[in-house]
């Protein structure tokens, strides 16, 4: 079902090295029985590529160097339908690259290299500008933590400016100013996230509503905090409810949260409620845990749509 609001990501584009190994190595450890791949990643590629697999509207904003990676990523996207006139490549810069370590049980380790996702320039700003004035009021603006701090807090309080709604993925996690989520409609952190940010430890659903709490204390109008195989807690000012978990037998979890991005972003723009784009946002999660890879793992509208309809 194609969404006449657009969903606008700003954010990352990386290059995405996966070894699946049977277990991560200990420091010094040497484990040769391994495969191999080069994929599309970047957490703001793999939401902008969900979204617009799920059947969204997608504008992408964001660089790649002046390299092969970089192509390979701009043909990602374009592939699926994204529109990616406002992915500027940067001639001075590498591509981001990231080196992922993915064990038998789907965890994964992650090391990453920005490269031109660090790089913007005034002229970037008024591009987001412009964009965000052009796009229908309503429109969600997804966001992360991948690229400066600056440009995020930049696009989320001109996109509030514009009427739209703002979906902020707090990942990865880096200390954040209360005042940031006074332009949030809702956040999504994992459990590690909601924890560094609000110093609760969150192990479990209580823990989680109680991180939730506080996150709408600080502005957000929902949390989402997302607990892997546990489900997620949707948290407003006067409500809570847990929404248990797909069951799947996890290959590789790199993108399931980008997954989940895209999805919760689609459901909303076709007029979900909260709670309905969250079990919608969660079935594209679990697929994408089930495949190696990031943007190899992004499952299409009709698999999710076939997988609930299962259910």
């Not at 459901?267 to 979900?272: D, H, S």
Request: aromatic content about 4%; glycine content about 10%; overall charge negative.
């Amino acid at each position: 079902m194609m969404s006449t609001a657009k969903i606008i990501v700003i954010g990352s584009l990386n290059a995405d090295m996966v070894v699946k190994t049977p277990r991560r190595p200990a420091a010094g450890e040497t484990i040769t029985d391994a495969q191999f791949i080069i994929v599309g990643g970047g957490k703001g590629a793999n939401q902008a590529l969900s979204a617009a697999r799920l059947g969204g509207n997608v504008i992408m904003i964001g660089h790649v160097g002046a390299d092969d990676f970089g192509s390979m990523l701009i043909n990602n996207l374009s592939r699926d339908g994204v529109d990616i006139s406002n992915v500027r490549t940067v001639k001075d810069a590498t591509t981001g690259v990231a080196f992922i370590i993915v064990d038998a049980k789907g965890e994964n380790s992650i090391v990453v290299a920005p490269g031109a996702n660090r790089v913007w320039a005034e002229e970037d700003y008024r591009q987001i500008e412009k964009v965000l004035e052009i796009a229908p009021p309503g429109s969600i603006i997804l966001l992360q933590l991948e690229i400066p701090l600056d440009v995020v807090e930049y696009a989320m309080k001109k996109a509030a400016d514009c009427g739209h709604r703002v979906a902020l993925d707090p990942a990865p996690s880096r200390p954040l100013s209360d005042e940031v989520f006074r332009y949030v409609e809702i956040t999504t952190p994992n459990e590690h996230e909601a924890s560094q940010i609000t110093g609760v430890e969150v192990k479990d659903v209580d823990s989680a509503r109680r991180a939730g709490e506080l996150l709408v204390q600080k502005g957000a109008r929902y949390a989402l905090v997302k607990l892997g195989a546990s489900g997620c807690v949707i948290v407003a000012s006067d409500s809570s409810e847990h929404i248990p978990a797909f069951a799947v037998d996890a290959v590789d979890t790199t993108a399931a949260g980008d997954a989940f991005a895209g999805g919760l972003a689609v459901a909303l723009t076709e007029g979900k409620s909260v709670r309905d784009a969250v079990i919608f946002a969660s079935a594209a999660g679990a697929l994408s845990a089930t495949r190696l890879g990031a943007q190899s793992s992004l499952p299409a509208r009709t698999e999710v749509d076939e997988f609930l309809s299962s259910r």
